[in-house]
Structure formats: C-alpha cells, structure tokens
Nanobody
Framework: QVQLVESGGGSVQAGGSLRLSCAAS????????MAWFRQAPGKEREGVAV??????????DPVKGRFTISKDNAKNTLGTLYLFMNSLKPEDTAIYYC???????????????????WGQGTQVTVSS
C-alpha cells in the first residue's frame, strides 16, 4: 500500500504562484508513475502532469509552460512529488490530487493510466 498526502494549496490572485507537495509513503515499487490531477466544480477530473521513475515528464496542454512537476527521491522512500504552478489563472481553480501507480519497464507513464493510489486533495483557488 502507498499513502499520499498533499499540501500547499491555498488562495492566490491571478498571475501568482503556488507550490503543491505530495508526501508519499508505504511500499516502494521499483518503477512507478506519479501524477497530479485536478477537478473543478461541476467538471470532470482532468490530468495535469505526470512523471515517471526516470524523471520523464508530460503536461496537459492547458498548463504547459506554466506548471512544472518534479519529485524528490530520498533513499529507500517514494519521496515527495511537487507541482510548481506559475502564472495562475482563475480557470486553474480546482481541487488538486496526487496519484501514483506501479509500472513495468514496458509501460509508458501517461495521464491515461489507471492510478491505484490517490491523495485526499488540496484546494487551489485563483481569483481574478
């Protein structure tokens, strides 16, 4: 089992920045995919960014050039996942979720994967 705990959400004005963190603990898989998703009121959950065990990243079009995903792998832990959000827009307002899932060498890490583990979410509100 893997536990994910997000932090760092809050309220900010348009154009501002926030950093989200996701502390991961539990079973250490050899390879895994970690990602950020978000869900705005009245909308379906959407993928934001994903990173694989080798550090390869992929971003959804609405956040490209503004958001950066990264992870900090402390030895013998799953580490901490981050989402650096710059030039925030009101349409970025949502609950942001951290997710993780084990992968194999033959699997491509993407936002379309079925993620096994989810955090509780953290609210991000961007005002105009």
């Amino acid at each position: 089992q893997v536990q994910l705990v997000e932090s760092g959400g809050g309220s900010v004005q348009a154009g501002g920045s926030l950093r989200l963190s996701c502390a991961a603990s539990g079973y250490i898989y050899r390879r895994y995919c970690m990602a950020w998703f978000r869900q705005a009121p009245g909308k379906e959950r959407e993928g934001v960014a994903v990173i694989d065990s080798d550090g390869t990243t992929y971003y959804a079009d609405p956040v490209k050039g503004r958001f950066t995903i990264s992870k900090d792998n402390a030895k013998n832990t799953l580490g901490t996942l981050y989402l650096f959000m710059n030039s925030l827009k009101p349409e970025d307002t949502a609950i942001y979720y951290c997710a993780a899932t084990p992968t194999t060498w033959s699997m491509t890490c993407s936002l379309s994967l079925s993620f096994d583990y989810w955090g509780q979410g953290t609210q991000v509100t961007v005002s105009s």
